[in-house]
């Protein structure tokens, strides 16, 4: 077993592109040559004959997000040849802290252009990253959560223009006969009870009346079906209030 793509490219991500030693900032991949310079490195040993090799730990354990972490070559060898100075202790240390400062920066470039590009990994296979330019120019990797927001942006965006058309037509129906043709409208908006309650996120995005980090939180961590009833209430009471046209009463 070893470590996934996947596992990797979060990895990659939450280094902020460079190395978690404290004193270090040397990038962890090269973009002009797609090559990884740095390495993934296992906090407990990925072998018995590794530093700070754990017998009890189980292989999914060895090669999971929690046991890695991100360093330039000098530091990894730095590290698995002074073992007892760098201790399993001191090394998680290193990487909360080195992941909780890229945390917390609150750079907005990924909501930006969207790059991809495979890089050349010495003595392992080839994979593809998707990445974006900080304020510094400096390449950086997609996280999951920034990944999971994009798309539900882009959702966000694709159904909210529907609703905009739905709003422009309201106006213009002067008979009873021409509101046919925005039931079909609204309801190709309701096709299951997801798309329904997605929708009423974009009416309520529109109005601001949740802030993008819950909006955000719903979409990522399920929230989504959980509180589909209380969001169908405030959806319909939303629609009435945009839609004030007796014609659409039954819509």
Same mark, same amino acid.
């Given at each position: ?68 972490? !991100? ?67 400096? &390449?950086?990797?997609?996280? &999951? ?18 609703? !905009? ?5 309201? &106006? ?64 319909? !009471? ?7 046209? &007796? ?5």
């Amino acid at each position: 077993m070893s470590v996934s793509d996947t596992t990797k490219r979060k990895l990659l991500a939450a280094s902020g592109n460079q190395c978690a030693h404290p004193d270090c900032t040397e990038l962890m991949f090269d973009l002009d040559h797609e090559t990884i310079l740095g390495k993934v490195c296992h906090i407990k040993g990925s072998r018995p004959d590794a530093a700070r090799y754990d017998k009890d730990q189980s292989d999914e354990e060895r090669h999971s997000f929690g046991n890695l972490i !991100a360093l330039c070559g000098k530091h990894h060898d730095l590290i698995d040849d002074n073992e007892d100075r760098y201790t399993v202790e001191l090394l998680q240390r290193w990487k909360r802290n080195h992941e909780e400062s890229f945390l917390n920066q609150r750079e907005i470039g990924w909501l930006g252009e969207c790059r991809t590009t495979i890089f050349i990994e010495k003595g392992g296979p080839n994979f593809a990253v998707e990445y974006w330019f900080d304020k510094k120019g400096t &390449p950086q990797i997609f996280t &999951p959560e920034q990944k999971a927001y994009r798309m539900a942006t882009i959702d966000f965006s694709s159904l909210l223009s529907k609703v !905009a058309q739905i709003l422009t037509l309201i &106006p213009q129906i002067k008979h009873d006969s021409q509101s046919r043709h925005l039931v079909d409208q609204v309801q190709q908006l309701k096709l299951n009870d997801e798309g329904f309650v997605s929708t009423v996120y974009h009416l309520l995005f529109e109005l601001q009346d949740l802030k993008v980090s819950e909006l955000v939180v719903a979409q990522t961590q399920g929230n989504l079906a959980e509180n589909r009833e209380a969001f169908r209430k405030l959806g319909e !009471a939303l629609l009435a209030k945009r839609m004030n046209e &007796p014609r659409l009463k039954n819509v």
